[in-house]
């Protein structure tokens, strides 16, 4: 956005309390052919006059000059129009050079001029007086002269009454008017040395009565000075007493409720064709909290009557602060807008008190700021019209005491930001495993984009996110990676400005890594009488054994061995798992344990008769698995099934040993038989009752035909 220029002299604003006791008469340059009291508004029109212009009143931009050229505020943006009421408007004028002639006052001398509309209601009127405070310059010389004018815009051609101040009451044609010259003050008239400083300002109020009154003030370098006041005496309990930007109406006379810094020809409405010329302007408004550039302007007034030729306007900047400038240099330009709501930062801070001061400058700057000018603020926030870059925002108490600090990134259009006390809590110690990574967390009070910078031994590796915007309050994830133990010191710096940042040490102890593991078991049948125990043989040699609960989580070394209890009881009964036991320890992991009661069980068989046949096999349940065994002593699942073989081993199609009872339940230790019975398989042909065992029971049979199950006497 335009060029960059050097802030060489910054504002500083310093109201005075006692108003000096000023003379009534004025000697203006007398030896010029121009009206040294009077700058005439320009013709209004009555057409417009008091029209209300629902989207905007109409401005005369792509027009040529001559016209007041600098800077102005019309309430008109690209978003529509708005309306700006304040108590205050101040203009900034820095003056580097300039040449200009007027032919028509064959003079040398130019106007700055800050004008603005005072709008008050009474009696159910509104009324609308047009405030001048001007500078007369003096382009060859360098002579300057204060004057004010107050010209009526209520209607079209309306006179001015009933004012009281240092000046008097004058007639234009047919109008009247008010005017005073600033003679023999501090700075008025003297001659300036260039480069200088020219400030304007106008605030408005209303005293006990209610009337409204105007004051008019100058700075050239000889401090603020309040030359003019004047009280409107015919009005008693004014309401809505305040400077009106509108850019949704005309004046009474048809002209604009705008404000607008410009460079004019001589007083008396006359024209001056620029020669050379570098000046800059910022205008400003006192927003209920601090002074605000406009943040919609435009390179031409509209308002006064004096105008300029060959002036070419456009915008420029600090590049310290980012204040908006409009740069006057000799060349041709048309009416348009030098930067608008859209291409501007409108920043709003909240500063958490309610007054004192703050700085907001160009943050590539550092800290501490290339300045210190030290800008007011009042009733709780701040809103400020720059241009968009990154701004390093520093608050100050009544006391000037550093009391909140934020970062603001570049940003068009409105961005909003709170400030805080700027403060990093880092933990100053943290115990981590070789090998193993560590997250810690860095607790952060800003406002904006942070930087953080980590410095940290080659045996330790991180990992953390740079830059981070916190709003507020904010914590950083910094995670270590150490590959080596012993103790160590890692800096942590985190900046928000250059040059504002905090470097917290950070102790960090890398130990053997340890391993979380995980021991659990669980019962099948009746609870344990007493708790596995669970053996550890560390990697310095130390052993400890210390009871298992049903889930227990340790922190171990690699290579410790562990040996848990496989079996507890005795004698017949025991509880027993079948899982490993035992191992060492290499990384995180869980072990579980399933222990089951069991029956110590003898598996025993008897046979009732013969000879040739083989050992029954017997399945049962062991450790939840269905085992095979032949007779003998085993551990069983207590309460599980077994099965013995139906028949033995030998039997055939003619003779078999068979068991009817051949399956059942553990219920308890002990022996468990079965009983097999040698049976025939025999062909019975009688024609009485046969009487024989059959299957192990008493039949009697009387039949022709084959038997099976003929047991043998």
Same mark, same amino acid.
């Given at each position: 956005?335009?060029? %960059? @220029?050097?802030?060489? @002299?910054?504002?500083?604003?310093?109201?005075?309390?006692?108003?000096?006791?000023?003379?009534?008469?004025?000697?203006?340059?007398?030896?010029?052919?121009?009206?040294?009291?009077?700058?005439?508004?320009?013709?209004?029109?009555?057409?417009?006059?008091? %029209?209300?212009?629902?989207?905007?009143?109409?401005?005369?931009?792509?027009?040529?000059?001559?016209?007041?050229?600098?800077?102005?505020?019309?309430?008109?943006?690209?978003?529509?129009?708005?309306?700006?009421?304040?108590?205050?408007? @101040? &203009?900034?004028?820095?003056?580097?050079?300039?040449?200009?002639?007027?032919?028509?006052?064959?003079?040398?001398?130019?106007?700055?001029?800050?004008?603005?509309?005072?709008?008050?209601?009474?009696? &159910?009127?509104?009324?609308?007086?047009?405030?001048?405070?001007?500078?007369?310059?003096?382009?060859?010389?360098?002579?300057?002269?204060?004057?004010?004018?107050?010209?009526?815009?209520?209607?079209?051609?309306?006179?001015?009454?009933?004012? %009281?101040?240092?000046?008097?009451? #004058?007639?234009?044609?047919?109008?009247?008017?008010?005017?005073?010259?600033?003679?023999?003050?501090?700075?008025?008239?003297?001659?300036?040395?260039?480069?200088?400083?020219?400030? @304007?300002?106008?605030?408005?109020?209303?005293?006990?009565?209610?009337?409204?009154?105007?004051?008019?003030?100058?700075?050239?370098?000889?401090?603020?000075?309040?030359?003019?006041?004047?009280?409107?005496?015919?009005? #008693?309990?004014?309401?809505?007493?305040?400077?009106?930007?509108?850019?949704?109406?005309?004046?009474?006379?048809?002209?604009?409720?705008?404000?607008?810094?410009?460079?004019?020809?001589?007083?008396?409405?006359?024209?001056?064709?620029?020669?050379? +010329?570098?000046?800059?302007?910022?205008?400003?408004?006192?927003?209920?909290?601090?002074?605000?550039?406009?943040?919609?302007?435009?390179?031409?007034?509209?308002?006064?009557?004096?105008?300029?030729?060959?002036?070419?306007? +456009?915008?420029?900047? #600090?590049?310290?602060?980012?204040?908006?400038?409009?740069?006057?240099?000799?060349?041709?330009?048309?009416?348009?807008?030098?930067?608008?709501?859209?291409?501007?930062?409108?920043?709003?801070?909240?500063?958490?008190?309610?007054?004192?001061?703050?700085?907001?400058?160009?943050?590539?700057?550092?800290?501490?700021?290339?300045?210190?000018?030290?800008?007011?603020?009042?009733?709780?926030?701040?809103?400020?019209?720059?241009?968009?870059?990154?701004?390093?925002?520093?608050?100050?108490?009544?006391?000037?005491?550093?009391?909140?600090?934020?970062?603001?990134?570049?940003?068009?259009?409105?961005?909003?930001?709170?400030?805080?006390?700027?403060?990093?809590?880092?933990?100053?110690?943290?115990?981590?495993?070789?090998?193993?990574? %560590?997250?810690?967390?860095?607790?952060?009070?800003?406002?904006?984009?942070?930087?953080?910078?980590?410095?940290?031994?080659?045996?330790?590796?991180?990992?953390?996110?740079?830059?981070?915007?916190?709003?507020?309050?904010?914590?950083?994830?910094?995670?270590?990676?150490?590959?080596?133990?012993?103790?160590?010191?890692?800096?942590?710096?985190?900046?928000?400005?250059?040059?504002?940042?905090?470097?917290?040490?950070?102790?960090?102890?890398?130990?053997?890594?340890?391993?979380?593991?995980?021991?659990?078991?669980?019962?099948?049948?009746?609870?344990?009488?007493?708790?596995?125990?669970?053996?550890?043989?560390?990697?310095? &040699?130390?052993?400890?054994?210390?009871?298992?609960?049903?889930?227990?989580?340790?922190?171990?070394?690699?290579?410790?061995?562990?040996?848990?209890?496989?079996?507890?009881?005795?004698?017949?009964?025991?509880?027993?798992?079948?899982?490993?036991?035992? &191992?060492?320890?290499?990384?995180?992991?869980?072990?579980?344990?399933?222990?089951?009661?069991?029956?110590?069980?003898?598996?025993?068989?008897?046979?009732?008769?013969?000879?040739?046949?083989?050992?029954?096999?017997?399945?049962?349940?062991?450790?939840?698995?269905?085992?095979?065994?032949?007779?003998?002593?085993?551990?069983?699942?207590?309460?599980?099934?077994?099965?013995?073989?139906?028949?033995?081993?030998?039997?055939?199609?003619?003779?078999?040993?068979?068991?009817?009872?051949?399956?059942?339940?553990?219920?308890?230790?002990?022996?468990?038989?079965? #009983?097999?019975?040698?049976?025939?398989?025999?062909?019975?042909?009688?024609?009485?009752?046969?009487?024989?065992?059959?299957?192990?029971?008493?039949?009697?049979?009387?039949?022709?035909?084959?038997?099976?199950?003929?047991?043998?006497?």
């Amino acid at each position: 956005m335009g060029q %960059k @220029l050097l802030l060489s @002299l910054l504002l500083s604003l310093l109201i005075l309390s006692v108003m000096p006791n000023l003379p009534n008469a004025y000697n203006a340059v007398t030896k010029n052919s121009f009206h040294p009291l009077v700058d005439v508004p320009a013709k209004g029109n009555l057409a417009l006059a008091n %029209k209300f212009q629902p989207n905007g009143v109409t401005l005369p931009l792509g027009e040529n000059e001559p016209a007041p050229m600098g800077i102005a505020d019309y309430g008109i943006g690209p978003n529509g129009p708005y309306i700006i009421r304040t108590n205050e408007f @101040l &203009g900034h004028i820095y003056l580097k050079r300039l040449l200009a002639y007027s032919s028509q006052a064959n003079s040398y001398w130019v106007t700055f001029q800050l004008n603005v509309v005072l709008s008050y209601q009474y009696n &159910g009127n509104t009324y609308s007086l047009w405030l001048q405070d001007v500078a007369v310059y003096n382009t060859i010389n360098h002579s300057i002269i204060f004057i004010d004018n107050i010209w009526n815009f209520t209607s079209y051609n309306a006179n001015v009454t009933c004012l %009281k101040g240092n000046g008097h009451i #004058y007639s234009w044609g047919s109008t009247t008017y008010y005017a005073y010259a600033a003679c023999n003050y501090p700075g008025s008239p003297t001659t300036l040395s260039l480069p200088a400083t020219i400030c @304007l300002l106008i605030n408005v109020s209303t005293n006990v009565a209610g009337q409204p009154v105007i004051q008019f003030w100058y700075d050239d370098g000889y401090g603020w000075i309040n030359y003019d006041t004047v009280v409107v005496t015919n009005v #008693y309990d004014a309401s809505n007493v305040y400077i009106l930007v509108d850019g949704y109406q005309y004046t009474g006379n048809g002209l604009y409720y705008d404000a607008e810094l410009v460079l004019a020809g001589p007083p008396g409405g006359y024209c001056a064709y620029v020669y050379n +010329s570098s000046v800059y302007m910022m205008l400003m408004y006192f927003n209920g909290h601090n002074l605000q550039e406009v943040t919609n302007a435009y390179n031409f007034g509209s308002d006064t009557g004096e105008t300029v030729n060959n002036v070419k306007v +456009s915008c420029y900047y #600090y590049i310290y602060c980012g204040l908006l400038l409009a740069g006057l240099h000799a060349g041709y330009d048309t009416l348009h807008g030098l930067w608008n709501q859209n291409t501007v930062m409108t920043l709003q801070i909240n500063p958490g008190i309610s007054q004192g001061y703050f700085i907001v400058y160009n943050k590539s700057y550092g800290y501490p700021p290339p300045y210190n000018n030290f800008m007011p603020f009042t009733n709780g926030y701040i809103n400020l019209t720059l241009v968009p870059m990154d701004y390093a925002v520093l608050i100050y108490n009544s006391q000037y005491q550093l009391v909140g600090e934020a970062e603001v990134p570049a940003t068009y259009g409105f961005i909003s930001t709170g400030v805080t006390q700027f403060e990093v809590f880092a933990p100053p110690s943290v115990t981590m495993q070789e090998g193993i990574q %560590k997250t810690i967390y860095i607790t952060i009070d800003a406002y904006g984009d942070v930087n953080i910078y980590v410095r940290a031994p080659p045996s330790i590796t991180y990992v953390v996110q740079s830059p981070v915007y916190i709003y507020g309050v904010g914590t950083v994830a910094l995670t270590l990676n150490a590959s080596s133990m012993g103790l160590y010191t890692i800096c942590v710096t985190v900046c928000l400005i250059p040059g504002l940042y905090q470097t917290d040490t950070i102790s960090v102890c890398v130990r053997q890594p340890l391993y979380y593991v995980t021991f659990s078991y669980n019962v099948i049948g009746q609870q344990l009488p007493q708790s596995p125990s669970i053996t550890f043989e560390f990697p310095n &040699g130390t052993i400890t054994t210390i009871p298992l609960t049903s889930s227990l989580t340790l922190l171990l070394p690699p290579g410790t061995i562990y040996n848990v209890q496989g079996i507890i009881g005795s004698g017949e009964i025991r509880w027993a798992t079948e899982n490993t036991t035992s &191992g060492v320890i290499y990384c995180s992991k869980t072990l579980y344990f399933i222990y089951y009661e069991q029956y110590l069980v003898t598996f025993t068989y008897k046979v009732q008769g013969g000879t040739g046949y083989g050992e029954p096999t017997i399945q049962y349940v062991s450790f939840g698995n269905i085992e095979t065994t032949y007779p003998g002593t085993v551990w069983a699942d207590a309460d599980s099934h077994y099965v013995y073989s139906q028949t033995l081993p030998g039997s055939n199609s003619q003779e078999r040993w068979i068991a009817n009872s051949y399956s059942g339940v553990v219920t308890s230790p002990g022996t468990i038989c079965v #009983y097999y019975y040698n049976q025939y398989y025999v062909t019975v042909n009688s024609p009485i009752n046969v009487y024989a065992l059959v299957n192990g029971v008493n039949t009697r049979s009387r039949l022709v035909g084959t038997v099976r199950g003929l047991r043998c006497r």
